[in-house]
């Protein structure tokens, strides 16, 4: 210490006389300075080096040295103290739930008239979106962001959601992936279902009006029913060998995405012998998935231009279409419609056969997207395995079987893994998203693993605050075998951030203990 203290006086002196430059921050700040950077007290150690002291170098050093910080929390108390730290405010003293509470405001939009030429699509009320570079409401996310909400009191912001996508459906036939123009050929996973659960709304005509939009909604799944009698596959339904009708991911253009216009062409250019009609279709069917993009989609596993989404029938697709026909069929009978209430209840009996036929592989103890080309299930393993889980389809034999897996494979330091390869692509290890957390905790809770879900949701959590802490920010996803910002896809990281904070609220308030006191 006595040596660091003397380099930097005689830094501090030769810079007066203007022979040497002026001291480091290492050479300022000596043992505290190691202790913060090898402690990783910030994720980057650009972020202490570019710090402000707000009082004299040597009266911070003289504070340390009188009473050297425990631990990393007070290690970091101490620093937040006496630096301006770089992305890293007031708001980083507050607890996370605290933090997430305040952010709600700053995600929430107003509803505005759109100007002619602009590509954004109006709706009746205030919404939240995602943050960042996502400035419009998507399908997916906003049942997560939900999740939150509800967890957080804000009931008003739910219900104003959902009359939103009630209104989407009403307009378009279906809820389009993000309200913009370029959005409305493709929806997202169907999730409208399970926000219905989340309502506490009493009015009877507005259920109704639900309802009906659920419907609505369905039938958008199920529209090529009639000529997927034809040919193995129409729109977004596909026929088994047995007969039986499942589900994939589909879009009704063929042409690059606008918002990936540049980056559409260029895996068309990169394919060989593939038309560039079904690249574009099968990249704009993976934007559909949610999953965009993955290896799950990729014929090879690891390369963009061997993408063949509308090849795949999907096991989270299907589960949760299994949940639309159970929603639906609860809803007609609790409306006094028992013909169409035991109509869904088979359409629900025949899904689950069809799935648990095809899907479901009992011998490797998992849930398996179907490849239509090979006639085969994939041998890709991913989170989506415990879709099944979280809607309540599943056996506890079965459920039995995907917890051992999930704890053997998918669990890793900081969360669940997305899948157990690493492609670059964003949907791939080594990255971890909310939502599939939630869908991991929700499903092993609900079936007898709470061990397991309480693990899952203690690793993301404690990933999801270390990181908030360092930076300020809540993201979009998180590398979890490093429990660090996440990377890879076709856009920088993204934080704000919706689902991320949905997630952690509704976790947090299922695991009160889970959250860390406020450094």
């Known amino acids: 210490m006595r040596r660091f203290s003397r380099l930097a006086a005689l830094m501090l002196a030769c810079a007066a006389l203007g022979n040497a430059p002026p001291p480091s921050p290492a050479e300022l700040f000596g043992n505290l300075f190691i202790a913060v950077q090898e402690r990783r007290i910030f994720d980057d150690n650009k972020t202490f080096a570019d710090a402000i002291p707000q009082k004299p170098p040597a009266e911070i050093m003289t504070d340390y040295r009188a009473a050297p910080p425990v631990d990393d929390k007070a290690l970091r108390s101490f620093v937040l103290e006496r630096f301006t730290v770089p992305g890293v405010n007031d708001s980083g003293k507050a607890g996370l739930r605290a933090h997430i509470r305040n952010l709600w405001p700053q995600l929430v939009r107003q509803p505005a008239p759109v100007i002619p030429g602009e590509s954004r699509i109006a709706l009746p009320g205030p919404y939240v979106v995602p943050g960042g570079r996502f400035r419009e409401i998507y399908y997916w996310d906003s049942y997560f962001t939900m999740l939150g909400l509800a967890a957080d009191g804000e009931h008003a912001l739910v219900e104003s959601m959902l009359d939103d996508f009630t209104s989407l459906i009403e307009r378009f036939g279906h809820i389009p992936n993000g309200t913009r123009t370029y959005y409305v050929s493709r929806s997202q996973p169907p999730f409208f279902a399970l926000m219905l659960d989340i309502s506490k709304e009493p009015d009877a005509a507005v259920q109704a009006r639900r309802l009906q939009a659920l419907r609505s909604e369905y039938a958008f799944w199920m529209a090529g029913s009639a000529c997927a009698g034809r040919q193995r596959a129409c729109l977004r339904v596909v026929r088994m060998p047995d007969g039986s009708l499942l589900n994939r991911y589909w879009d009704n253009r063929d042409s690059p995405r606008d918002e990936s216009f540049a980056e559409d062409r260029?895996?068309?250019?990169?394919?060989?012998?593939?038309?560039?009609?079904?690249?574009?279709?099968?990249?704009?069917?993976?934007?559909?998935?949610?999953?965009?993009?993955?290896?799950?989609?990729?014929?090879?596993?690891?390369?963009?231009?061997?993408?063949?989404?509308?090849?795949?029938?999907?096991?989270?697709?299907?589960?949760?279409?299994?949940?639309?026909?159970?929603?639906?069929?609860?809803?007609?009978?609790?409306?006094?419609?028992?013909?169409?209430?035991?109509?869904?209840?088979?359409?629900?009996?025949?899904?689950?056969?069809?799935?648990?036929?095809?899907?479901?592989?009992?011998?490797?103890?998992?849930?398996?997207?179907?490849?239509?080309?090979?006639?085969?299930?994939?041998?890709?393993?991913?989170?989506?395995?415990?879709?099944?889980?979280?809607?309540?389809?599943?056996?506890?034999?079965?459920?039995?079987?995907?917890?051992?897996?999930?704890?053997?494979?998918?669990?890793?330091?900081?969360?669940?893994?997305?899948?157990?390869?690493?492609?670059?692509?964003?949907?791939?290890?080594?990255?971890?998203?909310?939502?599939?957390?939630?869908?991991?905790?929700?499903?092993?809770?609900?079936?007898?693993?709470?061990?397991?879900?309480?693990?899952?949701?203690?690793?993301?959590?404690?990933?999801?605050?270390?990181?908030?802490?360092?930076?300020?920010?809540?993201?979009?996803?998180?590398?979890?075998?490093?429990?660090?910002?996440?990377?890879?896809?076709?856009?920088?990281?993204?934080?704000?951030?919706?689902?991320?904070?949905?997630?952690?609220?509704?976790?947090?308030?299922?695991?009160?203990?889970?959250?860390?006191?406020?450094?």
Not at 320 to 348: P, T
Request: charged share 25%.
């Open 266 to 519: 260029a895996s068309a250019n990169a394919a060989s012998g593939r038309p560039s009609g079904q690249i574009y279709r099968d990249l704009r069917a993976a934007a559909e998935s949610g999953w965009d993009f993955s290896s799950r989609w990729l014929a090879d596993g690891r390369t963009l231009p061997t993408i063949r989404t509308t090849e795949v029938v999907p096991v989270d697709l299907n589960a949760l279409l299994w949940a639309m026909e159970r929603r639906i069929a609860r809803g007609c009978g609790e409306a006094g419609d028992a013909s169409c209430s035991q109509d869904f209840a088979h359409r629900a009996d025949r899904r689950k056969r069809a799935m648990d036929r095809f899907l479901w592989q009992a011998g490797e103890g998992r849930y398996a997207d179907w490849l239509l080309a090979e006639g085969q299930p994939s041998a890709t393993l991913s989170a989506a395995t415990l879709y099944p889980l979280f809607v309540g389809m599943a056996s506890r034999q079965q459920a039995d079987a995907v917890a051992e897996l999930t704890r053997a494979k998918l669990l890793a330091p900081g969360g669940l893994r997305t899948t157990l390869t690493r492609t670059g692509q964003q949907w791939d290890a080594p990255n971890g998203w909310a939502p599939l957390q939630w869908i991991a905790v929700s499903g092993l809770d609900r079936n007898g693993h709470g061990g397991l879900a309480r693990t899952i949701a203690m690793r993301w959590t404690a990933t999801v605050e270390r990181t908030y802490e360092g930076t300020g920010k809540m993201l979009e996803k998180y590398d979890v075998e490093e429990s660090l910002p996440g990377g890879g896809g076709e856009y920088p990281l993204q934080d704000g951030f919706g689902w991320t904070n949905g997630v952690a609220s509704a976790l947090l308030d299922r695991y009160p203990s889970l959250e860390r006191a406020a450094p």
